[in-house]
């Protein structure tokens, strides 16, 4: 851990002049392994599943070398596994003082778009609640681009976003919030033409 806030803490000093290959950013937690699934379950009482950590809305030609997150639990159960899906070194609890996860040497980059980062294992206890993805405790929402820069993720929400953020336990999952940061998708657009654009500005 102390390795990756070195890198983490040098990249800050530089960030606000560099950092950006990732401006937007987005992180989501997903019932499937390659992101498209779903970001609520209701598993059988003492039902096992995966919750995967999805990051997309890379930059043109962007790609990550490492992130670090906080998950907020409040239904019943038991986290029994957690895994980096990155080919680097992982520290922390991703429940207790939060999770840094990097992809080693080489950068990772997105497929179809997305990148699926990491990967918890669940037991359900029959008590609904939700898992909030929250800033690290040390790191904030930090995630290294494959300029070794510093960018920051936001939690994606329904206004920018196919997906919300966070995750659902036999209910709905709470609003992003973070979700401020993301730059939305889809913009309303009123039509116009140029002609009635030019008359704006006589």
Same mark, same amino acid.
């Given at each position: ?16 002049? #560099?950092?950006? &290959? ?8 997903? @019932? ?9 379950? =209701? ?21 990550? #070398? ?7 639990? @409040? ?6 596994? &957690? @895994? ?17 996860? *990097?992809?080693?040497?080489? =950068?990772?980059?997105?497929? /179809?778009? *997305? ?7 669940? #037991? ?26 510093? /960018?920051?993720? =936001? ?26 940061? =993301? ?9 116009? @033409? ?5 008359? #704006?500005?006589?």
């Amino acid at each position: 851990m102390k390795l990756l806030l070195v890198l983490l803490v040098s990249m800050e000093l530089v960030a606000p002049v #560099l950092a950006d &290959q990732n401006p937007y950013l987005a992180i989501y937690l997903n @019932t499937a392994a390659d992101g498209s699934g779903e970001n609520e379950i =209701c598993p059988a009482i003492n039902g096992i599943f995966n919750v995967y950590v999805c990051f997309d809305r890379f930059g043109e030609g962007g790609g990550m #070398l490492g992130a670090a997150f906080m998950f907020v639990r @409040t239904f019943a159960g038991f986290k029994l596994l &957690q @895994t980096n899906l990155l080919p680097g070194l992982d520290f922390g609890d991703v429940e207790v003082d939060g999770w840094a996860i *990097t992809a080693g040497a080489n =950068c990772q980059y997105p497929v /179809d778009g *997305t990148l699926v980062g990491a990967s918890i294992q669940y #037991l359900y206890l029959g008590q609904p609640g939700v898992i909030e993805i929250v800033s690290h405790p040390i790191d904030g929402n930090s995630a290294a681009d494959c300029d070794n820069l510093l /960018d920051f993720w =936001c939690v994606a929400s329904l206004d920018s976003h196919i997906f919300s953020g966070n995750f659902g336990v036999c209910m709905p999952p709470p609003a992003a919030a973070y979700s401020s940061a =993301c730059e939305p998708l889809l913009v309303p657009v009123e039509g116009a @033409t140029w002609g009635g654009i030019k008359a #704006l500005y006589r």
